[in-house]
């Protein structure tokens, strides 16, 4: 049995029983409680709940653990091994009633995201690796897409409201010039997910979040393709930039992000 494979099992069962919870939330939005903490940035009682119930899971399987989570204060642990929680990633589309948010759980020791599931209750697809064992979209094997060119593929770009909203413009223009089709969905773990799907070809953003995109960048690198190396531990802590795509297109990518954040 690979290191860790008692948590990922473990993970992706708790992602079916979060990402139920959440439906349920989803279903009855008329009565949700939301709040608004910035631009484009809301949170609601679902986001909460369904956070609150993974913790409390985590805590009773796995007490040693650290947890870190986007709707609650970090819970330092022991063991080593580190769990990074968004409870539902794509909360403007979930509150708007749009089927594109998902269920986050990674799994961090030494540095090193081990454990990644990104779960969509909305068409039951769950998202799987684990580091060294491949990646997975229900149980069967997953890949990247190979031999497409970015002329005849779709890349996905983030937009975070803790950068500049205009810096998004440049990476647009740069895909046009190179002409690749552009896509957003409001969830950038579902779409890193579907560049490991083989669905997208890359996903670029300036800045996120560890619970938004540790797990998925795992994902990639298991299906065969390539990301930008970070710390994850320093990821937790301060976020960073995210670059992912296939072989074919990934340095192509961080030409275009070089040239828009770092000119």
Not at 54 to 82: C, M, N
Not at 153 to 161: A, C, D, I, Q, R
Not at 166 to 191: C, F, K, T, W
Not at 228 to 249: F, K
Request: aromatic residues 8%.
């Amino acid at each position: 049995m690979c290191p860790f494979e008692n948590r990922r099992q473990f993970a992706i069962s708790l992602c079916h029983e979060a990402g139920e919870r959440a439906l349920s939330f989803f279903k009855d939005r008329t009565r949700l409680v939301v709040d608004k903490k910035g631009t484009q940035d809301w949170v609601s009682e679902a986001d909460r709940n369904v956070e609150l119930l993974i913790r409390q899971r985590l805590a009773q399987a796995w007490p040693e653990d650290g947890v870190y989570g986007e709707e609650h204060d970090p819970k330092p642990g022991t063991s080593g091994f580190d769990w990074v929680i968004d409870p539902i990633d794509g909360t403007t589309n979930f509150v708007n009633g749009i089927p594109a948010w998902t269920i986050v759980l990674a799994g961090v020791a030494a540095g090193r995201t081990e454990i990644g599931v990104i779960h969509d209750p909305n068409f039951n697809e769950t998202f799987a690796a684990q580091r060294g064992a491949g990646a997975t979209l229900n149980g069967a094997p997953m890949q990247v897409a190979t031999g497409t060119p970015l002329h005849n593929g779709t890349v996905s770009v983030g937009y975070s409201n803790r950068v500049e909203a205009g810096n998004v413009i440049p990476i647009l223009s740069g895909l046009i010039e190179e002409g690749a089709m552009y896509h957003r969905n409001a969830s950038g773990a579902l779409s890193i997910a579907y560049v490991a799907a083989g669905r997208l070809l890359g996903y670029v953003e300036e800045h996120m979040n560890a619970w938004d995109c540790l797990a998925g960048q795992l994902m990639v690198e298991e299906a065969g393709g390539r990301v930008e190396m970070q710390d994850a531990s320093g990821m937790i802590r301060d976020g960073g930039r995210v670059v992912v795509g296939t072989p074919e297109v990934f340095n192509t990518l961080v030409d275009i992000a070089d040239r828009a954040w770092n000119g």
